[in-house]
């Protein structure tokens, strides 16, 4: 029998297959339920067996997430999402894992977490669905709220500087940084598959509209009549040009950047910044992470992805280096072995 009659073919999905028997409850016309779809159709055609995978999620509106997947999944307890899922790579590092957060559940109180897995660069997948506001509590403003954005708990504009999510990534140095919107289908599609094969610290996040309480956070980089004009798409290899008319572009001055028009003063393609996602310094995606409004596009798509020892292949590869060194011992070897003493009654004379 040959090899190729014995290997084991890779299931076929359709996106039905990961749809749950669960009502869907988010609010009508909220950007989740894109998200959502897009996640499950892309999970349908990575070829992975369905019972593969784990979806984990925290507090807020994205965090119902799991109920809508036909996959395992664990609701955990606000912020500590990222410690559940940490515990289960490395009990079963065979599984894919995904968290599902949002910008307060993960960059509030459970900032921590978030930031630990990261830098030990954790197999496991961060989607931060960020829609800049506490939906579930009703509206108040959230770590990533701009300044000045009034609402329950600051009625007279918010005076905290919000946190850039893909900046605090990038800091962390998670070996694989993206960024996506609820309504870019194809994008995010692209971003999730290589998400699912990066091995190692995977952080998205995802521009998510709510239209109740923050409706049109996003416009300008999601409406079609604007988002050309406000947005550049990072391309590995490829100089960031943007702009309706592709006529734009961003070159560094030093190690500042500036915005500059094609043919002015002699500028060509050339003379722009070219993407490089696969660079392990992180110093370019950082710069990238800070560009944004009033002064720059947002960029798009993929800042870094880069290869590095994930923990949880680090850990159980030390225990099979420790169980080397040691053959045969087991837990009564632990316990009766080295620093240990027995407490018996004590003797009187």
């Known amino acids: 029998m040959s090899m190729e009659s014995t290997a084991k073919a890779a299931p076929t999905y359709t996106k039905k297959d990961f749809s749950s028997d669960q009502t869907v409850r988010w609010c009508p016309g909220c950007g989740d339920y894109a ?27 994205s965090s119902r997430f799991p109920y809508y997947m036909n996959t395992y999944g664990f609701h955990s307890i606000h912020g500590r999402a990222p410690a559940f899922a ?8 065979d599984l894919s894992v995904w968290v599902v957060t949002g910008d307060g559940d993960a960059l509030s109180i459970g900032g921590n977490h978030i930031l630990h897995s990261m830098r030990r660069n954790i197999d496991i997948k961060v989607l931060l669905f960020n829609n800049r ?20 708990t600051s009625p007279y504009g918010s005076v905290d500087r919000p946190i850039d999510p893909i900046s605090v990534a990038i800091a962390a140095e998670a070996t694989f940084v993206a960024r996506s919107a609820d309504v870019y289908g194809a994008h995010l599609s692209e971003v999730l598959r290589r998400a699912a094969q990066h091995r190692g610290s995977v952080f998205v996040e995802i521009l998510q509209n709510c239209n109740i309480f923050n409706d049109g956070a996003f416009d300008k980089v999601t409406d079609r009549g604007t988002r050309e004009d406000n947005k550049v798409d990072l391309a590995h290899g490829e100089p960031l040009v943007f702009g309706r008319d592709r006529d734009r572009g961003i070159r560094l001055d030093g190690l500042t950047p500036e915005v500059v028009r094609i043919g002015d003063n002699g ?35 993929i800042f870094r992805a880069i290869e590095a ?3 949880d292949a680090a850990v159980h590869r030390q225990i099979a280096e420790a169980r080397e060194m040691s053959p045969g011992k087991d837990l009564d070897d632990l316990l009766r072995g080295g620093n240990a003493w027995e407490i018996g009654e004590e003797k009187t004379n």
């Open 35 to 61: 998200i959502l779809s897009t996640v499950q159709k892309t999970f349908a055609g990575l070829g992975i067996p369905r019972e593969q995978f784990v979806i984990i999620s925290g507090i807020g509106c």
């Open 86 to 93: 940490t515990g289960l790579k490395v009990a079963r590092p």
């Open 133 to 152: 506001i506490y939906g579930l509590t009703k509206g108040q403003y959230s770590p990533t709220s701009e300044v000045g954005k009034k609402t329950k």
């Open 267 to 301: 500028v060509e393609r050339g003379d722009l910044l070219h993407h490089d996602e696969s660079t392990p310094d992180p110093s370019l995606a950082y710069l990238l992470s800070k560009l944004g409004p009033p002064d720059f596009p947002t960029p798009m798509g």
């Open 309 to 311: 020892e994930t923990y």
